[in-house]
């Protein structure tokens, strides 16, 4: 959608033009799974799906919300404190203004349409891509004094605090700083970061949506940070690190009695998976892309077998995606128990492979698997 659009559907419902629209992408991460609140780096990319927010001041302290696509009002008032609402999707608005309004800075009554085309729960980061947009509108309509770094920041927290999720914080920073045809390599200990040129002759980047959109998605989610939390401090018990980032196999051997076997494999998978992002990003700069390719399926049965994030809808495409030469990696993405599956597939077999592997999951499930191909595209930004 351009400017235009967006803004003739804002005038629709508010009867005047907005003062600014944005654009915020989801997101897609190629390796580097549930690292991100382990101190770890991780290796996403901005999609050219976004989520679009046109905003304009009001001189009353209300907010008022359209949510175009599901043709859902939300309003409130800023006198009071913020509560959340039944209605997901203000919640992630909601949050960011709550945020905001911590750190000290002054929000008044506002309209705002949001509209988009990001797959809802295919796990490619709508309501990062909604906090994201809220935070980047507020700056630009209220003039903040805040940092790209502290936008991120503060949509994050909006999602821990507001929402409920302990999320990390790439989704996040994947929508705001992304660059068009490059993964970010982002160091999550510090938002240290480097670009890295992503654009593979005669292949593409799918992903296969299972459609299944796990309700424990969240509260799981929670429990594999405490679990970590809980591995590490068993670990800095015994050995003198601050983070996953200096632990070893050797270390977390030598604490195995001290911890549940479950403790011991997040940690395992957590451990490796760091390893495995630090070599995946060698080989993407020595070009050996079967190699990356081999690290990605190694990264999925790590997020099945130790992290227990799959679900059986995901591991039956990863299973048949390995049986397929015209695919040189797969995994499941995201935070897991659904969504979709990311794969680097050669463009010609596209199609093929797609029916092959859909031809199983029809007669596994009884219904079909969807299939995106993926741009990357660039971050968050005002519209002109
Ligand atoms: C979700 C979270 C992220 C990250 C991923 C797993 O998308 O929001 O912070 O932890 O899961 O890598």
Redesign the pocket.
């Known amino acids: 959608m351009n400017k235009a659009e967006v803004s003739a559907l804002f005038a629709q419902q508010f009867s005047e033009a907005p003062s600014f629209v944005i654009a915020s992408p989801g997101r897609i991460?190629l390796i580097?799974?549930?690292?991100?609140?382990n101190s770890g780096f991780?290796l996403p990319a901005a999609i050219d799906k976004y989520m679009y927010v046109a905003v304009s001041q009001r001189n009353d302290s209300q907010i008022a919300l359209h949510a175009t696509d599901l043709n859902q009002n939300f309003q409130t008032n800023l006198d009071a404190a913020l509560q959340r609402s039944n209605l997901d999707w203000p919640n992630y608005v909601l949050g960011v203004i709550d945020e905001l309004r911590k750190d000290g800075h002054v929000i008044s009554g506002f309209n705002m349409l949001i509209t988009g085309n990001i797959p809802i729960g295919a796990?490619v980061?709508s309501s990062?891509a909604l906090e994201c947009a809220t935070v980047f509108a507020c700056k630009h309509l209220f003039d903040l004094d805040i940092s790209k770094q502290s936008l991120v920041i503060t949509a994050q927290r909006a999602?821990n605090n507001f929402v409920g999720?302990n999320?990390?914080?790439?989704?996040q920073f994947a929508s705001m700083f992304g660059k068009a045809d490059h993964v970010i390599k982002l160091d999550c200990a510090d938002l240290s970061y480097t670009y890295f040129p992503f654009k593979l002759k005669g292949i593409r980047i799918v992903l296969f949506d299972t459609f299944v959109k796990h309700s424990l998605a969240s509260s799981e989610?929670n429990t594999r940070r405490k679990e970590c939390e809980t591995g590490l401090a068993a670990l800095r018990q015994q050995f003198s690190i601050t983070s996953f980032r200096e632990a070893t196999l050797i270390m977390l051997d030598a604490v195995a009695d001290t911890i549940s076997s479950h403790v011991y494999h997040r940690c395992r998978y957590v451990i490796e998976e760091i390893a495995r992002m630090e070599a995946a990003c060698n080989h993407l700069l020595a070009g050996e892309i079967h190699a990356f390719g081999a690290r990605m399926y190694e990264t999925h049965t790590g997020l099945s077998k130790l992290y227990k994030v799959s679900c059986p809808e995901l591991d039956l495409i990863v299973e048949n995606c390995m049986k397929e030469t015209a695919i040189i990696g797969a995994r499941m993405m995201?935070?897991?128990f659904g969504g979709c599956v990311i794969a680097l597939v050669q463009t010609t077999e596209l199609e093929t492979v797609y029916n092959r592997i859909n031809a199983v999951y029809e007669n596994t499930f009884g219904r079909s698997m969807g299939k995106y191909v993926m741009q990357i595209g660039d971050g968050t930004r005002v519209l002109k």
Do not use: I, L
């Not at 999320?167 to 989704?171: A, K, R």
């Open positions: 991460n580097g799974e549930h690292v991100d609140y991780v796990g980061s990062a999602e999720v999320c990390g914080v790439m989704d989610y995201g935070g897991g």
